[in-house]
């Protein structure tokens, strides 16, 4: 079989066995399903939460696809525990290839209503700790002239969304780093790329779910029509990861149904009238083989 149509070949170049992965704010939502997808690629697992307990069944869940995992505290809010958290990620496993730096917040209010605290909340922890903790994971990197870092942004960061002012300045300033680190450290084998999510349903997005109308309208702008599902992240979170992805850098890679390229109806419907397809058809996702 030649090279060009053998599976095994695509499939190594996306094998992380050896690769050590840090993913911050792990306990819940797309931090673990970051965190799964790179353990099912073949990495071993630093996980973090600002409490360790919350990460003890998902650690086990970890080492249950044989891979080494290790929990730490971390408070993206406070220099020393970040600090301590990449002294002891780089203790446990003796290098670190790949940071997510997943670990964020979000308050959502009218622009009148923000307050200076929920500002400095957002932004310290987004945008603050974003950089921080890559600096930190970085230094070992850069030593080690290898390295990946998936900076986790958001649709916000090339939208405008009212009652997102803060945050979406957070994930745009995100984005923005990952060009300006991807320059700095390009020359040491460390590639710097922005993962942007689109619109997911976890805890931090939850109350919007509940009301069924806001879900429809949510449907019905995006064109694959329905939002994020965890799994829809997990190509393209492997894939920034894998070695094979040497010659990107600075790059950010919606994930967001298509969301962003920002379409408006010009049409009074979407579906012309003698078409048989509804406008309102799920597409049908391809079956897992
Ligand atoms: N859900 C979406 O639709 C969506 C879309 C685009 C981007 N995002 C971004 O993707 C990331 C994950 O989103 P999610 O929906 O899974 O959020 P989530 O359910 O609220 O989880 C956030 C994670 O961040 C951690 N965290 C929060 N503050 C922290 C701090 N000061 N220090 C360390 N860790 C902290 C939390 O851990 P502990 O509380 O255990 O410490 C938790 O594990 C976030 O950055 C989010 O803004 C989400």
């Known amino acids: 079989m030649s090279e060009a149509t053998n599976p095994s070949a695509n499939a190594a170049l996306f094998d992380l066995t050896g690769r050590t992965a840090i993913v911050t704010g792990a306990s819940r939502g797309l931090g673990q399903g970051f965190a799964r997808a790179l353990a ?27 891979r080494r995992a290790v929990s730490l505290e971390l408070d993206v809010r406070d220099l020393s525990s970040i600090t301590r958290m990449a002294a002891e990620a780089t203790a446990a496993f003796g ?3 790949i940071l997510v730096n997943n670990a964020g917040c979000n308050v959502r209010k009218p622009a009148l209503d923000v307050t200076w605290d929920d500002w400095n909340l957002m ?9 921080f903790v890559a600096q930190a994971v970085a230094r070992g990197m850069v030593e080690r002239r290898y390295g990946r870092i998936i900076n986790i942004s958001s649709v916000t960061s090339v939208s405008g969304y009212a009652g997102l002012g803060p ?6 300033g995100i984005r923005q780093l990952t060009m300006s680190l991807a320059d700095d450290w390009g020359k040491y084998g460390v590639t710097v790329n922005c993962l942007a999510p689109g619109w997911f349903h ?32 997990d190509s393209a979170v492997v894939f ?3 070695e094979s992805s040497r010659y990107i850098t600075g790059q950010t890679l919606l994930v967001d149904g298509g969301i962003s390229v920002g379409a408006v109806r ?12 509804s406008k309102n058809a799920p597409i049908e996702k391809e079956p897992r083989k």
């Open 40 to 66: 099912n690629a073949g990495a071993d697992l630093v996980i973090t939460s600002r409490d360790r307990k919350r990460l003890a069944p998902f650690e086990g869940e970890i080492r249950a696809l044989g």
């Open 95 to 97: 290098h670190l290839d």
């Open 123 to 131: 932004l310290d922890t987004n945008l603050r700790g974003s950089f």
């Open 167 to 172: 945050y979406g300045a957070s994930r745009g």
């Open 202 to 233: 976890t805890e931090q997005t939850n109350a919007l779910y509940q009301d069924p109308a806001w879900v429809e309208y949510l449907c019905e702008r995006i064109p694959l029509k329905r939002p994020g599902e965890a799994h829809d992240l």
């Open 240 to 242: 920034l990861a894998a």
């Open 266 to 277: 010009a049409l009074p419907s979407f579906a012309p009238v003698s078409s048989p397809i």
